[in-house]
C-alpha cells in the first residue's frame, strides 16, 4: 500500500520520521473508543527531520501484512510550517479511512 503526501501549502512543511514502520506516516486502526497506532517503529535512532517543499509530493510504502487486523484504518501526519521544530504545536492531518481485511 502506498500514500503520497502532496504540499499544496504556500510554504515548506518539516516533518520526522520514526512512525509506523519508521516511516514519516502513522498509520492507526480504528478502536473501540479511538484510534490506536500500528506497526510503530522499533529502531532506536534519532528521529530525522524531513522537508516537502511547497508543490513537492512524498510516496510512503507500507507492507500490510496478514498479522494485521481486519478493520478501518487511516494515515497520520503530523507536520509543522517551515523549517521550524520548535514553538507552537504541529498540525495533524488524516487520510480518508480504509479497510483491511
Known sequence: MSVTIKNQSKQ???F???RTDCTVLLLERQG???WEPV???A???MPQLH???TGETLEVNFAI???WPTGQYRARLD???GSETKGGGATTIVSSVFHVG
Open 79 to 81: 507536520y509543522r510550517v
Open 43 to 45: 529502531r532506536k535512532f
Open 32 to 34: 473501540a473508543n479511538s
Open 51 to 53: 522537508f516537502l517543499k
Open 65 to 67: 501484512s496478514d498479522q
Open 39 to 41: 506497526a510503530p517503529c
Open 16 to 18: 520526522f520520521n520514526a
Open 12 to 14: 515548506a512543511i518539516s
